[in-house]
């Protein structure tokens, strides 16, 4: 079965310490991946996107994501955490090209602790 | 400014009784989708619509009706038939072309039915 897993459901960093929040795939082909950002009672927001172009992907408020095929992982860094990016990230992936649509992992929370 | 609109942002219903919830854009995209987020869940797609006037079904769409009658908007009726309709729904759109799949999300809407 095609699907996306979020290794962790919430993780806990300092400020000004580094972010990693896991995400693995599984596909038949390479897709086109995605992480989204929730904040509390709001929609989503894209952070980044991956398209087959650049393995390393930058994207908003210093967060970027590094596509690796063989591990088929879509891991989310960013260096130094802000209180502000305490909120629910989602990766996403094209599994089904043929309706256009995305399947979401089940999310990752992250909090900031001052 | 562009973007995609949705109303109420909380929403009260009986149960027994239908309820529409509104999603507009102004972004000029052909795709249209409603995804339904439970807690501590991803989004699971509900109905989606590439085109006027034609849609169909997601993974969860018993209990739902859409209509797309114009471009802009892609109204949702959880009726009540809907077992379980107490969530929070999401509409996103997006453009069709080639492999841009990235979807743009409205605020939400929190429907409580008691």
């Known amino acids: 079965a095609q699907s996306v897993t979020q290794l962790d459901s919430h993780v806990s960093v300092s400020e000004g310490t580094p972010v990693l929040l896991r995400c693995n795939y599984s596909?038949?082909?390479?897709?086109?991946l995605f992480w989204y950002v929730q904040h509390p009672n709001k929609g989503l927001q894209l952070l980044l996107k991956y398209t087959s172009a650049a393995t390393l992907v930058k994207g908003i408020n210093g967060f970027e994501a590094e596509f690796k095929k063989s591990e088929t992982s879509f891991h989310l860094t960013k260096p130094s955490a802000h209180m502000s990016d305490a909120a629910e990230y989602f990766c996403?992936?094209?599994?089904?090209?043929?309706?256009?649509?995305?399947?979401f992992g089940s999310g990752t929370r992250l909090q900031v602790q001052p | 400014d562009g973007g995609i609109t949705q109303s109420p942002k909380y929403l009260f219903r009986k149960e027994g009784q239908n309820v529409t919830l509104s999603c507009e854009q102004n972004?000029?995209?052909?795709?249209m989708y409603w995804y339904r987020q439970d807690p501590g869940q991803g989004l699971r797609l509900i109905y989606y619509s590439q085109i006027v006037n034609d849609f169909q079904k997601g993974d969860i769409a018993e209990g739902y009706s859409v209509s797309r009658e114009k471009k802009e908007s892609f109204p949702l009726t959880v009726t009540s038939a809907q077992k379980n309709p107490t969530a929070f729904y999401l509409c996103?759109?997006?453009?069709?072309?080639?492999?841009?799949?990235?979807?743009?999300f409205g605020p939400g809407t929190r429907l409580t039915v008691t």
């Open positions: 996103a759109s997006s453009i069709v072309a080639g492999d841009s799949y990235e979807q743009y």
């Open positions: 972004l000029n995209h052909d795709a």
């Open positions: 596909s038949s082909y390479s897709p086109s």
């Open positions: 996403v992936v094209t599994l089904d090209t043929g309706r256009r649509a995305l399947t």
